[in-house]
């Protein structure tokens, strides 16, 4: 079993900055990729970026791209998003994800964490 604890969320101006954290615990950490996604009131969970089990690979929405950066630190069992220059359409709860591969859809991955919220005002 795998537990996966978000946190970091809050409420910022547009332009501002969060960074989201992700703690994993209960299995391997290395062996597993990660993910955040999102979803916003009355949209569909969305995929936001994606990093491989050594963190060589890297994937991104086109949405967020060149705004947002994923990280693992693997001796922490914890992934990261930074997110710069928010928007208020980057408005959601945010949930870190991981599974046995790097991947853009939701159906790849395992285990889930409850979410934290991100509220972006204009």
């Known amino acids: 079993q795998v537990q996966l604890a978000e946190s970091g969320g809050g409420l910022v101006q547009a332009g501002g900055s969060l960074r989201l954290s992700c703690a994993a615990s209960?299995?391997?950490?290395?062996?597993?990729?990660m993910g955040w996604f999102r979803q916003a009131p009355g949209k569909e969970r969305e995929f936001v970026a994606s990093?491989?089990?050594?963190?060589?690979?890297?994937g991104y929405a086109d949405s967020v791209k060149g705004r947002f950066t994923i990280s693992r630190d693997n001796a922490k069992n914890t992934v990261y998003l930074q997110m710069n220059s928010l928007k208020p359409e980057d408005t959601a709860v945010y949930y870190c994800t991981l599974g046995p591969r790097s991947a853009a859809t939701a159906g790849e991955y395992d285990y889930w964490g409850q979410g934290t919220q991100v509220t972006v005002s204009s």
């Open positions: 990093i491989s089990r050594s963190g060589g690979n890297r």
């Open positions: 209960g299995r391997t950490f290395t062996t597993y990729a």
